[in-house]
């Protein structure tokens, strides 16, 4: 159980258009879930922490214009990447805790390796 | 505010050597800690995970103590394979509700032949 999928797995895209990436708690319903970007060799920066229903938390630094985030449903969220620059290039990671679970326990998707050329 | 602090790697050792990757915290409460494994090209995932000082979280032949003493959390395993060279990270789970997860810089670990 507690599986989570992103899709897609890969994007390139050209500059200037936007990007959907979806999230999915395959099994379990997810009462938050959080974006995070990955660049190469490097840690996860927390992104945004999204609550279905309501709008998503941005952390300091993260423009909510450009990344655009929707939890429509307990089992879905999704991060827009809007007019999208090579700077956007990175690997986009999303987790979702449990509506039920433990605190602190964050299942993560695979990831979206996205390329803006 | 919250923070981990991982050693930096590479870490290379050869096959069936002993592994040991730092981990130290700093953090306000009682966080939880963890460890998540990343293989190449894929997401994260638990590898380990400790609620409270001095449970020892295992899996896979590796382990960890939550001290809170030395505020570390530190992952061992006494053989390693080729299969376990991945990125390992460490996190701190803060406890308020927010839930939200602080992790360390990762450290790369190679396994030779």
């Known amino acids: 159980g507690a599986v989570v999928s992103q899709h897609p797995s890969r994007v390139i895209c050209k500059s200037g258009t936007s990007v959907k990436i979806e999230c999915r708690s395959l099994?379990?319903?997810?009462?938050?879930m959080f974006w995070y970007r990955q660049f190469p060799k490097q840690s996860l920066m927390l992104m945004a922490t999204?609550?279905?229903?309501?709008?998503?938390?941005?952390e300091q630094g993260v423009e909510k214009d450009k990344f655009l985030i929707n939890h429509a449903s307990l089992t879905l969220s999704t991060l827009t990447v809007t007019s999208a620059h090579p700077e956007d290039s990175s690997f986009y990671i999303c987790?979702?805790?449990?509506?039920?679970?433990?605190?602190?326990?964050?299942?993560f998707g695979p990831g979206t390796r996205l390329t803006v050329l | 505010g919250d923070s981990v602090t991982q050693m930096e790697g590479p870490v290379t050792l050869s096959e069936e050597a002993f592994l040991t990757i730092n981990c130290t915290y700093t953090a306000t409460g009682y966080p939880s800690l963890f460890w998540y494994v990343q293989y190449p090209g894929e997401g994260l995932q638990l590898l380990l995970k400790a609620t409270k000082a001095d449970d020892k979280g295992s899996n896979k032949g590796f382990e960890a103590t939550y001290r809170k003493e030395t505020t570390s959390f530190h992952l061992e395993k006494g053989s390693v394979q080729v299969s376990d060279s991945a990125v390992y990270f460490c996190?701190?789970?803060?406890?308020?509700?927010?839930?939200?997860?602080?992790f360390g810089t990762g450290t790369r670990l190679q396994v030779t032949l």
């Open positions: 987790s979702a805790k449990r509506a039920s679970g433990r605190v602190n326990e964050q299942f």
């Open positions: 999204s609550n279905e229903g309501s709008k998503a938390t941005y």
């Open positions: 996190a701190l789970g803060s406890t308020g509700t927010a839930s939200k997860l602080t």
């Open positions: 099994d379990f319903q997810a009462t938050t």
